[in-house]
Structures are given as structure tokens and as C-alpha cells.
């Protein structure tokens, strides 16, 4: 095996000296996210540039059978990014191009390394009659990350999951190779991913980098529309949700729909909000997607049941921000800024029982809580968070949160739901409960596909 | 401590002719007096009355009253005991919790001549320049100064009369002498509410339009006349304090400003309904912002001079959609004594 001083100079060939580190405060940060999860320190961290820089990266890895983590912003909470074997930490931020966008066909191509922010200011500068969805983490979150871990945006009432927007990958293999996915494998055009050819983008998104470094990525955009207005309803009953939902999607006038419960700030307690948010070219559309959205849900305001709550332009900015900050603004209710949260991907009828459970296990661990639910897809499922807050320096309370994390999970787990991006505890859980024959067929891609067994290691093992 | 009650004197009510309560009120039919008087009997009696499910709660009833009966304070004490939701529970939930004291006092460099926010964060944009030299930070805001007549909308007597005598003792241990109330709501609580429940007052509620004109009369060197003509829009909670309305005059009049004789202003104003959209949906919302603000147009309105921020929230951007200059009391006096308008028309449409 190479010394450790050999494949650093090997790093420092293939990237240059600036973007190779085995430094103390470099292993330090790169061994750690904003979540629970212990640290681990990784032996190098590496920032490649290029497609064929991964490559070489990549093959030296698995030619030393050393671990390799790729690295978006970080900001899954969950550690999946964390080196729980050491190796190597390649931050791929450097990889920043927005390669293409392609008007008429709707799609962009972007490098591992763009981020939600940029993209988004991007889009509004070239081409304002376009956008992405764009999901509630911080701007620094990339796109290409928020795809792997199938996140959910603005858009995703509409699209579903932000990974379903994906329309091609370009992709490393744990072997070295550099592979296209979907229509870019055989034209010049980004514009699917899979159909009609045979899908295999799921070789890779959902996978946390266990299977291959995605070094671009085609992703859909939609139509932008000029206008853009919140509506917000209050609803104290939680068995009413569901249908609330449902009936917000039957509208199809909707692009996202939102509920927040949290018992502070003191506005929101015993309360459910329930943002909607149209969009319209005219005021005309507006107004006829407002009636659209009244007339779904005036039963429920009629019995006295749902509410409408006016705006004031001070509250609707927060609320009409993308990303929204109110995910920082929790993170920091302890003071410490710590956060985390367990987003199950579920049916939603069971919003109120999950309701039920955060209430009691925040009151049972002595946490502060709060939950976010997105609607995903026509109501086909949506991520409703448990989530905890806490202050980093205060262990006992971190040892509670993360207390609490898990015994939600393992409620949603029982309950029929799905873990989203599952942290290596969560993801044991999740493959205990797995079809058997599921876990083979995961085993063999994994094995396939990375045979050293260098990628992620800890994540989606398949014992 | 035994909550205050509501003083009524149903005497007046019986000797009253004209029931103009009910026969005025632009949102329910009782042209037919015979048929008004047996309704509000039945509102008095304590009985189930149809006024107690339609009342839009704007408060309008307040200032018909030739008596001071307070017939809208009856109304909501009705509908509490009765159990009639006016708005949707959960919106109720929402303002019950929002304004309870919760022990944070926010109050500035607290003299005994001070101004309330109430919990109108906006006067911390329109409260500044000449017309507050020496007042400026002599503030109270926050819930423990809130003064809770919102609760007049929700059917929640109860809180306010919970609340309220706890509010009064918060602002007398500021050693507040006057208070300066930037909003009628906060002034018409502590003259007409505080009168009603008969809850002793420790300090003199001062309507701010008193105040500017004062100001203004103090600063006259400084007026240039802005000869413009403007509709003013009168907020729900001027009904509680009409004896006010006059100060509109007299502020219009040292600024040059022509309050224009529309339909909709004075007895016969539109409040700026958004309470009905919360409570009622959007179709009498709707329809009365839109009779308001093409009154407004109709009758040559160059600008929309505005008394309450909510009302400002709902209906500044409306109002510029028809051509028409939205501006608060404060900044319309700013604008006359040269300096600039303060609070300005919200971005309609966010980031997309």
C-alpha cells in the first residue's frame, strides 16, 4: 500500500497543491456536519476541477483501496458525508460551471459543485422565464446533492421529488470510468434521464455517492411566471390536514403546498399553517387560481373549521423567500445553532398521527420542536419533518434530540413510511425492514459497480 | 378578580326611535324600523337573533348609536355567550395566542408623555423626524401595551376584559401620564372600551391626530400647502372614537389637502374589509374594497391618506393599481413640512 505521503504527492499531480489538504483544521471541518452524527476526521480532503481530475482521483483510490466521499455543501444534517472510514473528502465546489441551458427543451446543465444560489441567480439574470425548484436548505446547497438525496423544492407538488426533475447524469464509476445516463448517452440533448432508454439514473440518485461521483447533471426547469402570492390558511384540527392537501392538489393551481405546526413563537400554537403558493403572468390569473383555491376549500372555511389569514407584506416576505429562512431562524431557538430532523416520506394520511408522535416525544425528551410538511407530487406522499433543535453545547440536550430523532423514526418506519435521507443508524433500520430479495439486488449492484467497496463506505452496507 | 361588565342601559334602547344600530348598518337589511327594534330586543333579551350571526363586526354601530349604548360591545358579548364564531376557530386561536402578555416589556426612553405602538411594528418606520422631536423615544410596544380590541372581531369579550385592566395597570407603572395612541384602535379602547367595562383609566389616552395637529400648529413656518385632493379612508376603529374625525379637517385644512366628498367617507365610510376576508371569505371583501376604492377614483382622489397601518396593508397597493397615491396621516404631514414619505408601498409581488 502507498504511504500516506505517496498519495498525497499522487493528489497534489492530479490537482495541484492548493487543493489538496491533510491539514488539521481541513480534516477537522470536513469531519463534520450540522447534525448529530459523530465526527470523523477524513485523511485528505481534495477539490478536483475537472471531470477527468475525479477520474484519476477515483482510479488512484481504488487502485489504493481507499475510501472516498464526494461532498456537496454538506447540509443533509444526517452525516452522509461524513468519511466514517477515513480516505478521501472530495469537495467537488470547485466544479461550478453552468454548462447549458437549453430554452425550448427546458433543462440545464450544471457541475457537481453549482449551488441552489447560483443557479437560481443565474436563471433570473439570463433566462427570468425560467426557474428550478428550489428546496428550503441554505443557497450553498447544491444541486446535484439535493438530487442524490432526492430532495423536494418548490416545485415538487407539481414535479415530485426534485431527483424526478433530473434530465441526464454524467457520472465517475467507482472504477474510473465516465458515463452518461439518459438522453445525453446517445445525443447532444440533456433532456431525460432514463426514457426511452433504460432508466439507470437510480443506479445512482438515492445512493449518497455509495455507487459513482455525479460530475454533472442535466436538471428540468419550468416555467417562471411573473407573479408569484402565498395563501395562507390556519387549521387546528390535524385529521383535517390530508384532505386539506388533497384538496389544494385536486386545484392543480397550485405550485407548492406547505404546513408548518410549531408551538413557538406563540402565533403558531395550537395551529396549523397551511401555505399555498400560485403564481400567475397577470393579475387575472392570480385571481382566478385564488378563487380556485377558495372554492376547494370553502366546506372547511364555511364550518368554521379552516381559516384565512391576510398577509401584511413585512409577514409575506419570509414566507414567499426561497429558500425560506425559517429553517435557520429554528436552527438557533436553543441557541447553538443546532438542528436536525427526521423527514419521512409518507402517505399523507398520516400527517395527524405524526403530529401526535412529535408532540409526545418533544414533550417526553424535553426538546423544542418544530415540523415542515411539503406536499410531494398530486398527494402521491409527503416529507413531514420531526424536527428538533439544540444547543451545541449543551450534550445533554443533544443526546435528548438525537433520543427523540430515532424514536420518531423508528415510528415512521412502523407507521408505513420511508426514511429520507437516512443517516447509517437510519439506514440499518430501513434495510431491517427491507424485502430481502430487495437488499440481494441492492448487494449485487453495489458489488458491481464498486468492487473495493471504496465508496461511502458505512453507507447503504448491505451486510 | 371578577371580570368587568359590559354597561348597557337598555332604557335607552327602549325609548330609542330611530334604532339606527341596525337600520344604518350597510351590511344587514333592516330598512323596516318595526323590524329592526324586535331584532335588537331579541339581541338585548339574550335570545338567538340573526344580527348575532351577520354582524361583519365593523364596528360602525358604535358611532350610530345617538346614546352611546354601545351596541357593538353587546353584539360580541352575545355572540360569546352564545358561541358564534364571527371568523374561523383556528384564525380566533391564532390572535388569542399571538397578543398574550407574555412579561416582555419593549418600551424606549419611557417619559411621562409617551407614544404606544400598541403592536404595530410599522410606527417604527413613520415615527420619526420634527413632528416626534421630544417624543421620539418615549415608547411603549408589545403585547403588555397591547391594547386588545381586536378581540371585538372574534366574539372574545372575555379576553379583552381578562386583559385589559392588566394592559391599564402595564402602562401606569411606566409612570406614562399621556399617552399618545398612533392608533384608534388603542384610543378607542382606552376611552370607549375602558368606559364600557368601567375600568379605571391612571393616564389621559391622546389621539395622535390631536397631537399632529398640534405639532403641525407648532411647526406652521414650516407647511407648504400640497393642494391635492384626497380620500380618506376611515379604519374600523374610528367607529369607536368618531368625536376624532374632525381632527382629518383640521390637519387637511393646515396642509391644503381636500378631503374629497365621496360616497364611501364619514357615517357612510368602507373600512378596508380584509377582517371580512378573514372571516367572511372574499366575496363581501372583495366587493367592498372594490365599491371603496372606485369611490375613491370617482371622486377625483389624487392620494388615499390612510389612519391604520392594517388598513394601509390591505388596500396601499389596490389603491396605486387604480392611479391612486397611497400615504399615511404621519407622512402627509412629513410631506408638508418637507420631509420625506416614510412608509412606502410594499413590493407586491415577491421574488420568483
Redo the contacts between chains.
Keep these: 500500500m502507498t504511504t500516506t505521503s505517496a498519495l498525497c504527492d499522487s493528489l497534489i499531480k492530479i490537482v495541484g497543491k492548493n487543493f489538496v489538504s491533510n491539514q488539521k483544521e481541513e480534516r477537522y471541518f470536513y469531519a463534520r456536519d450540522g447534525g448529530l452524527m459523530p465526527p470523523h476526521e477524513p485523511d485528505f480532503v481534495v477539490m478536483p476541477k475537472t471531470a477527468e481530475e475525479v477520474q484519476e482521483i477515483v482510479k488512484l483510490a481504488n487502485r489504493e483501496k481507499v475510501p472516498i466521499v464526494p461532498k456537496g455543501a454538506g447540509l443533509a444534517l444526517t452525516g452522509l458525508v461524513i468519511p466514517q472510514r477515513g480516505g478521501i473528502v472530495l469537495d467537488m465546489k470547485r466544479m461550478d460551471r453552468i454548462l447549458e441551458v437549453n430554452e425550448k427543451a427546458r433543462y440545464v446543465v450544471v457541475e457537481a459543485g453549482v449551488t441552489q444560489g447560483v443557479l437560481k441567480s443565474y436563471l433570473q439574470k439570463h433566462h427570468p422565464h425560467l426557474r428550478h425548484s428550489i428546496p428550503d436548505s441554505p443557497p450553498v446547497a447544491t444541486i446535484v446533492a439535493n438530487a442524490v438525496i432526492h430532495g423536494q423544492g418548490r416545485l415538487s407538488q407539481q414535479h415530485g421529488f426534485n431527483s424526478d426533475m433530473v434530465s441526464g447524469l454524467e457520472v465517475v464509476l467507482p472504477t474510473g470510468e465516465l458515463c452518461r445516463i439518459g438522453s445525453c448517452s446517445v445525443s447532444k440533448y440533456w433532456f431525460s434521464k432514463g426514457p426511452p432508454l433504460p432508466d439507470l439514473s437510480g443506479l445512482f440518485l438515492g445512493w449518497f455517492g455509495t455507487t459513482g461521483i455525479i460530475t454533472r447533471l442535466g436538471l428540468k426547469l419550468y416555467p417562471c411566471k411573473k407573479m408569484r402570492d402565498i395563501m395562507l390558511f390556519l387549521a387546528d384540527k390535524a385529521e383535517l390536514i390530508p384532505d386539506i392537501m388533497l384538496r389544494l392538489s385536486h386545484t392543480e393551481m397550485v405550485e407548492d403546498v406547505v404546513v408548518s405546526a410549531a408551538p413557538l413563537p406563540l402565533r403558531f400554537r395550537g395551529t396549523f399553517w397551511i401555505m399555498a403558493y400560485i403564481t400567475g403572468d397577470s393579475d387575472e390569473e392570480l385571481e382566478f387560481k385564488r378563487k380556485m383555491v377558495w372554492n376547494a376549500l370553502w366546506e372547511y372555511f364555511e364550518s368554521r373549521d379552516l381559516g384565512f389569514l391576510s398577509v401584511s407584506p413585512d409577514m409575506k416576505a419570509p414566507l414567499m423567500s426561497m429558500p425560506s429562512k425559517d429553517t435557520s431562524r429554528f436552527a438557533d431557538v436553543s441557541k447553538g445553532g443546532g438542528f436536525q430532523y427526521a423527514g419521512p416520506i409518507t402517505p399523507i394520511e398520516k400527517f395527524p398521527a405524526f403530529i401526535r408522535k412529535l408532540e409526545e416525544v418533544a414533550t417526553k425528551y424535553n426538546v423544542f420542536y418544530a415540523s415542515t410538511t411539503r406536499l410531494i407530487g398530486a398527494g402521491h406522499c409527503m416529507m413531514f419533518s420531526f424536527s428538533f433543535s439544540f444547543n451545541r453545547a449543551n450534550t445533554d440536550e443533544m443526546a435528548r434530540a438525537k433520543k427523540a430523532l430515532y424514536e420518531c423514526s423508528k415510528f415512521a418506519l412502523e407507521e408505513g413510511g420511508v426514511l429520507w435521507k437516512a443517516d447509517i443508524y437510519e439506514q440499518r433500520l430501513l434495510m431491517d425492514k427491507m424485502d430481502p430479495n430487495t437488499l440481494v439486488l441492492m448487494k449485487k449492484i453495489k458489488q458491481l459497480l464498486d468492487p473495493n467497496g471504496i465508496m461511502n463506505p458505512g453507507n447503504w452496507e448491505v451486510k | 378578580m371578577p371580570l368587568p361588565k359590559l354597561k348597557f342601559d337598555k332604557t335607552k334602547c327602549a325609548e330609542c326611535k330611530a334604532i339606527s344600530c341596525l337600520v344604518k348598518c350597510q351590511y344587514m337589511d333592516f330598512k323596516d324600523k318595526d323590524k329592526a327594534k324586535k331584532e335588537w330586543q331579541k339581541v338585548i333579551n339574550g335570545e338567538d337573533s340573526s344580527v348575532l350571526k351577520s354582524c361583519t363586526t365593523c364596528y360602525a354601530c358604535e358611532e350610530y348609536c345617538p346614546f352611546g349604548n354601545h351596541p357593538f360591545y353587546l353584539i360580541v358579548e352575545r355572540q360569546e355567550e352564545k358561541g358564534i ?1 364571527p ?8 390572535w388569542i ?2 397578543c ?1 402578555p ?1 412579561g416582555r416589556f419593549m418600551v424606549g426612553k419611557v417619559e411621562e408623555r409617551a407614544l404606544s405602538y400598541c403592536l404595530l ?2 410606527f417604527n418606520t413613520l415615527v420619526k423626524g420634527k413632528l416626534f422631536d421630544g417624543i421620539a423615544l418615549s415608547v411603549i410596544f408589545g403585547q403588555e401595551f397591547f391594547c386588545n380590541a381586536v378581540y371585538l372581531h372574534y366574539a372574545k369579550a372575555s379576553v379583552i376584559k381578562d386583559r385589559l385592566p392588566k394592559i391599564v395597570e402595564n402602562i401606569k407603572k411606566q409612570g406614562i401620564k399621556e399617552l399618545v395612541c398612533l392608533h384608534d384602535e388603542c384610543y378607542g379602547t382606552f376611552t370607549s372600551l375602558t368606559s364600557a367595562y368601567d375600568i379605571d383609566m391612571p393616564f389621559k389616552p391622546i389621539h395622535y391626530y390631536e397631537y399632529l395637529y398640534g405639532r403641525l400648529k407648532e411647526l406652521k413656518d414650516l407647511i407648504k400647502p400640497l393642494n391635492i385632493k384626497a380620500a380618506y379612508q376611515r379604519n374600523c376603529s374610528a367607529r369607536l372614537c368618531p368625536e376624532i374625525d374632525h381632527y382629518v379637517d383640521d390637519i387637511f385644512g393646515l396642509l391644503g389637502v381636500e378631503r374629497v366628498k365621496r360616497e364611501y367617507d364619514r357615517e357612510n365610510a368602507l373600512c378596508c374589509a ?1 377582517i371580512f ?2 372571516a367572511m ?2 366575496v363581501l371583501a372583495d366587493d367592498v374594497q372594490k365599491r371603496n376604492i372606485n369611490d375613491m377614483v370617482r371622486f377625483g382622489a389624487e392620494y388615499c391618506v390612510f389612519n391604520c397601518p ?1 388598513c394601509w ?2 388596500l396601499a397597493h389596490k389603491v396605486v ?1 387604480q392611479g391612486i397615491k397611497p400615504i399615511h396621516m404621519i407622512d402627509l404631514c412629513k410631506l408638508a413640512i418637507g420631509e420625506e414619505q416614510a412608509l412606502k408601498l ?7
Excluded at chain 2, 87 to 94: E, L, N, S
Design positions: 364564531l371568523a374561523p376557530r383556528p384564525i380566533i386561536t391564532m395566542n399571538q398574550q407574555v411594528p410599522q380584509e376576508r378573514m371569505g372574499p392594517a396593508d390591505s393599481k410594499p413590493e407586491l409581488v415577491a421574488e420568483v
